[in-house]
């Protein structure tokens, strides 16, 4: 095989979609996987839709995501500029070898004429062709009408039938009419290039030797390679991969919820286990694990095994590859990624003391058991910060109500309230006390002091939460931590009122 030279190529019109996210991925691993070259190229002919401030997202997305490039607009290479707003005139030049050549012509066919030729098509149940009324235009002709400034664009002259033929290396042999093709656009009448010819001159000028994308592109593959033919270059290997759907099987949208790869970041999502996930979506490898590091994803990855069918983005196996990734991160990196979304909800300084992140990093680690993305900690935080016995849940509410509840929390007060220092072992004891003095024992005791210290009926095990609240009741937080006195004192009073 010859020396592998992918390309992600995307149009800086939007956020990255994760189903782009997922072709830029299957292009790096092809890549690394045989020691390949990977390249980004940037398609922003779109002048009215392109925009550097998503370009720059862009490839902060792809940093992030963990796919990194050989050649590309920030690195350069020996193939660029690898901007296509920069490659105008080798797209011009070529445009006009082909009509001197006769493979491609003037064509002044206004808008509201091809709007006509399509309507009576369509109306009698044919497919939608340029019916080719400017082939025969002189050459010298065209030429003087657009030097004189009449708008034109450039066509390429297409058989009216015949069969295509080419292999795919995920979908094996495929046909397609060629008298359904039409003469594709080359340069629009503002001087832009089509999609279809720039591709080419650029895939060809780069020396790109897969092209791996979206099945959606089939359509184009065979207009691409009948450019290919006529500019006399030898095409790349395709590789069309299926779609990235949701599960009511329609393209993966808003409406079913994140879909940029920015958003998922936004999120909590770790980078690898979106990378994982991704690299799962219309692949699958060999023995079954779906839990793998970009190393294995690397080793392991067979472009030939890409699945026809679509790819169903399906959330909760997202959520679920993210938990497996979370266990495996160290306490610090579990106590980094939930640093970031504590202080968006204002529980911690922007700077935070020696002891403040010692506790945060003892905290991270239980608080993150469980939580599908790092967005959904602060939440889990709440159990230290946002201590309310006015917002219990009708259940906690419930367990206080009981006689045993209102009981078991009096003696809390009273007995905390004469302790200099509380620990587990020490609750331990005063959980003891009580149980003999008030008769209540099993849930009827120790639901109502989870209640009284947490005011949940669930959550962290209080040998986990006691030393946890009592040391960052010491800490000067943006959000004071009360600790086990002061929460059974307020509970307290409020069951007074109950």
Not at 392 to 403: C, F, G, P, Y
């Amino acid at each position: 095989m010859k020396k592998v030279r992918v390309r992600f190529a995307p149009s800086p019109t939007g956020y990255l979609h994760v189903g782009n996210a997922r072709t830029a991925l299957f292009n790096w691993l092809f890549a690394r996987q045989n020691k390949g070259v990977y390249i980004l190229r940037v398609e922003d002919t779109d002048i009215e839709r392109s925009e550097r401030e998503y370009e720059d997202r862009l490839i902060k997305d792809l940093g992030w995501l963990g796919l990194d490039w050989d050649e590309g607009p920030d690195k350069g290479g020996d193939y660029g500029p690898y901007r296509q707003s920069l490659r105008v005139d080798q797209y011009n030049a070529y445009a006009q070898a082909l009509i001197d050549q006769g493979k491609a012509y003037y064509c002044f066919c206004s808008p509201e004429e091809l709007k006509r030729e399509r309507e009576k098509a369509l109306a009698q149940g044919k497919t939608p062709v340029y019916s080719g009324r400017c082939r025969g235009l002189p050459v010298g002709e065209s030429k003087k009408r657009v030097k004189a400034g009449e708008e034109a664009v450039v066509r390429l002259l297409t058989p009216d039938k015949g069969i295509l033929t080419f292999h795919d290396i995920v979908r094996g042999s495929l046909s397609f009419q060629l008298g359904l093709i039409g003469d594709p656009v080359l340069i629009r009448s503002n001087g832009t290039p089509s999609y279809n010819y720039a591709v080419v001159i650029d895939d060809a000028l780069m020396k790109i030797s897969h092209v791996i994308r979206g099945e959606d592109h089939l359509i184009n593959t065979v207009k691409q390679l009948l450019l290919y033919k006529a500019l006399g270059f030898d095409p790349p290997l395709f590789a069309h991969l299926s779609m990235v759907m949701g599960k009511d099987n329609t393209r993966l949208s808003k409406r079913h919820g994140a879909t940029s790869v920015y958003q998922f970041s936004q999120q909590g999502i770790l980078s690898l286990a979106l990378f994982n996930y991704l690299a799962l979506l219309g692949w699958s490898p060999p023995d079954g694990r779906e839990v793998l590091s970009k190393k294995e994803l690397v080793e392991g990855f067979d472009l030939t095994k890409a699945s026809r069918s679509a790819a169903i983005f399906d959330y909760d196996k997202l959520y679920w590859i993210n938990r497996q990734h979370i266990k495996q991160l160290s306490e610090k990196e579990k106590a980094e990624k939930a640093l970031i979304e504590l202080k968006k909800a204002g529980y911690l300084p922007e700077r935070l003391s020696h002891r403040q992140w010692h506790w945060l990093e003892k905290a991270a680690v239980p608080l993150s058991r469980g939580i599908n993305k790092f967005s959904d900690i602060a939440e889990k935080f709440s159990i230290f910060f946002k201590f309310s016995p006015e917002s219990m849940t009708v259940e906690a509410r419930r367990v206080l109500e009981t006689d045993c509840g209102r009981k078991v929390v009096i003696a809390l007060y009273e007995k905390l309230n004469r302790e200099k220092k509380i620990d587990f072992d020490r609750l331990s004891l005063i959980s003891g006390d009580i149980k003999k003095e008030t008769g209540c024992k099993g849930k009827d005791l120790f639901h109502p002091l989870r209640v009284a210290l947490t005011a949940q009926i669930s959550g962290l095990d209080l040998d986990t939460f006691i030393p946890l609240v009592e040391e960052g009741s010491q800490l000067d937080f943006p959000v004071p931590i009360k600790g086990c006195a002061q929460r059974a004192a307020e509970v307290s009073r409020f069951i007074h009122g109950v």
